[in-house]
């Protein structure tokens, strides 16, 4: 699969994926203009969604109303590396009594989120810069950067 990041103005992208499309900047305190979520933000929501998708797909199959369901996401940044050193998802349903069992499975299925088997997982990460007017075999090389503190991303406060 494969998704196209372009840049717009300032630190100001957007990625695309078929007909979707999300901005991606930085707020104003680190350079950008707030247009769209900074890509740590990005990252986490993406998290949030992805355990919302699963217990959607639970609920759904035991029969669980789970309209007006809402995830708050929290995180913490650290250092040594900079990067977000935790997550934590909280799933709301709406009022309903549900048994232990249920809440289990919930959980269990969260587990089995796409996203979080991918962190638990760790996969390859490559980073190839390329200078538009250089071939190919003399790319250079990069490593990915650690997220930014402050939900921004990878840019000092002005």
């Keep these: 699969m494969s998704l196209t990041i372009e840049h717009q103005e300032d630190v100001c992208f957007s990625a695309r994926f078929g007909e979707h499309e999300v901005t991606i900047d930085l707020p104003q305190s680190h350079g950008g203009q707030g247009r769209g979520m900074a890509p740590p933000q990005l990252f986490v929501a993406a998290l949030g969604g992805c355990a919302g998708v699963y217990v959607a797909d639970y609920c759904d ?11 708050n996401v929290d995180w913490r940044y650290d250092d040594r590396p900079r990067r977000i050193s935790s997550v934590r998802i909280r799933v709301e349903l ?7 069992a249920q809440l289990q499975g919930m959980l269990d299925t969260v587990h089995q989120c796409t996203l979080h088997n991918t962190l638990a997982q760790r996969p390859q990460l490559d980073v190839e810069v390329v200078a538009a ?11 990915a950067g650690d997220p930014c503190e402050n939900g ?3 840019r000092a406060a002005h």
């Excluded at 029969?63 to 809402?70: A, E, K, S, V």
């Excluded at 709406?94 to 232990?100: C, H, I, M, Y």
């Excluded at 007017?133 to 490593?143: E, F, G, H, L, T």
């Design 94 to 100: 709406p009022d309903q009594a549900l048994t232990p």
């Design 152 to 154: 921004a991303c990878c």
């Design 133 to 143: 007017a250089s071939a190919p075999s003399s790319a250079q090389r990069a490593r």
């Design 61 to 71: 199959s035991q029969g669980i109303d789970y309209r007006g369901m809402r995830l």
